[in-house]
């Protein structure tokens, strides 16, 4: 139960630090102001009402509810399975990642009906989609969901190899 709890809180400070860096750009930025921080990057307070790379943004507003209920359900599945793999390392950090961040956007969805962002990464006049912490943890959590399987496939061809010699 205990390494459950510390998954619990790996995804609650993803939570935690997602919700404070939006208040923190709210509090400073009117929608589309931006600063320039680098060559390369930009903070700027912009809205998402869709999903990744605005995603179902320029409809009615039936998408909100719908990205809620799915990452309600994505994320009891991943709550699932964060208890089914709590013992590991790897898969449980990732899941946590992802369900701190899912649940990150989740709150804008409910608070503002549409989701925060604010990092602005580009070369030259070419701009990444702006995206926020949550993104960042639910990419990050996606990336290490591919790396457990990548080891455990190989983990088990190994297996295979050594019980067939």
Known sequence: MKRFLGWLALAGIVIGLDQWSKLAVLARFAEYESLQVSEYFNLVLVYNPGAAFSFLADHAGWQRWFFVSLAVV???????????HR???????????????AIGNVIDRIAYGKV???LDV??????????????????LGVGLMILAQLRESRSQKKQTENSSK
């Open 87 to 101: 013992s590991e390392t790897l898969q449980p950090a990732a899941f946590s990642l992802v369900v701190g961040g």
């Open 116 to 118: 925060v962002d604010f």
């Open 74 to 84: 994505i994320c009891s599945w991943l709550l699932r399975l964060i208890w089914q």
């Open 122 to 139: 580009h070369v030259g006049l070419q701009h990444w989609p702006a995206f926020n912490l949550a993104d960042s943890a639910i990419c």
